[in-house]
């Protein structure tokens, strides 16, 4: 493979980025970004300069030249309708990122600043002579929707089921396991379990993703700091109980539900320990949590009929054998079971990058509409 990739992956509180050169990858940074340096801001997407300039002071520090790069690849933000696949960064993306119009979260600002490094890169190659251009991109954005028409379907007109889920390490994982079988993604379908922060749950046909939960906001199984589904009266009685405000009610949904909501933590590692240790009530909630993401999978498998050729666990939390051998032994008699631990999101953003560069991966053109 040929070529030079920058991968830019927004966080909260950092920002990450791998460099790969002819398919290696050469490194892999965290930038942190310091608390009492983000209260700058008045919001999240006014620290696009600051991280533009944090990554590519740290490449110059690596002895990186910017005008070797050839493509930087951004982690896709919340962008609707969209649909699987690799986007080249545009003005009409840019714009609705930056208003936030179908959200505001710092994975908004991956291809803002991917676009500034590009241009940056780009009037380096004219002062250079070299007519290359440079070029930027997301790949998968959380919120793409091939959602077939009946699973959109919700139980009031006004609550429309939506998807937000890992699309990046969700369909990279499918390329991985049809790779492994001689096959291509769109001649397999695999139920994608993705454990991590946020639990989301995909299923994959022929290279679309034609359900799934939104992961961000309420649906779907329980995770190491979401609630997942919840019961609707509790929640109703909850909104107007008077003792908490609109946003103190979402954090419990995501942010303070799940693990933290009941044990104060969203380290599953801890509570793992402590199940193995002997605290019977950290056993019995990640029994809980194991069952959820089962049923879910279940779930998913009657949208086909049950026809699914693999199910596939991975994310931060499928590191953990005790808890991935709990979902398996519950879904197994569906189809064999595939552990792809980790986040993947840099790995997969780089295979994107070289698709593109060799033309194997077909170039979408964001529109809004």
Same mark, same amino acid.
């Given at each position: ?52 300039? $944090? ?6 520090? +690596?002895?990186?030249?910017? #005008? ?6 951004? +982690? ?18 840019? #714009? ?13 600002? &991956? ?11 780009? $009037? ?47 369909? $990279? ?6 790779? &492994? ?87 599953? +590692? ?59 032994? +519950? ?39």
């Amino acid at each position: 493979m040929k070529g030079r990739i920058l991968v830019i992956n927004t966080g909260s509180t950092s920002t990450k980025i791998g460099f790969y050169d002819a398919g290696n990858k050469m490194f892999e940074q965290n930038l942190s970004h310091p608390a009492d340096e983000l209260v700058k801001y008045s919001s999240v997407m006014e620290q696009d300069i600051m991280r533009r300039d $944090a990554i590519t002071d740290f490449l110059e520090k +690596r002895g990186i030249a910017l #005008e070797s790069i050839d493509i930087v690849m951004a +982690r896709g933000g919340l962008v609707t309708p969209i649909r699987t696949g690799v986007y080249e960064v545009n003005g009409q993306m840019k #714009e609705a990122l930056l208003a936030g119009r179908d959200g505001v979260h710092a994975c908004n600002l &991956s291809a803002l600043i991917a676009d500034d490094v590009a241009v940056e890169v780009n $009037a380096l190659r004219d002062a250079a002579g070299i007519s290359e251009r440079c070029r930027a991109f997301i790949a998968d954005p959380p919120m793409a929707d091939e959602m077939v028409p009946e699973a959109k379907i919700g139980g009031l007109p006004e609550f429309p089921r939506r998807t937000l889920f890992h699309a990046l390490n969700s369909r $990279a994982m499918v390329r991985r396991y049809a790779r &492994s079988i001689g096959r291509t993604n769109k001649d397999v379908t695999v139920i994608v379990a993705h454990m991590g922060g946020g639990t989301s749950v995909s299923l994959h046909r022929r290279g679309l993703v034609i359900d799934t939960n939104d992961a961000l906001g309420g649906d779907g199984p329980i995770s190491p700091e979401r609630a997942g589904s919840v019961p609707g009266f509790p929640l109703v009685d909850m909104c107007f109980s008077g003792e908490y405000t609109k946003e103190e009610i979402k954090k419990r949904l995501v942010g303070r539900g799940g693990g933290v909501a009941y044990f104060g933590t969203n380290d599953f +590692r801890e509570l793992t320990a402590r199940a193995a240790a002997g605290d019977a009530e950290c056993d019995v909630f990640l029994k809980g949590y194991c069952l959820s993401i089962a049923k879910y999978i279940a779930a998913l498998s009657a949208v086909v009929c049950g026809k699914v050729d693999a199910i596939i666990l991975t994310g931060g939390v499928a590191y953990s054998e005790s808890l991935v051998s709990q979902v398996k032994e +519950r879904v197994d008699f569906i189809a064999p079971v595939e552990i792809y631990p980790g986040e993947n999101e840099l790995e997969s953003l780089a295979e994107n990058g070289y698709g593109i560069l060799s033309g194997e991966f077909e170039i979408k053109h964001y529109t809004g509409n």
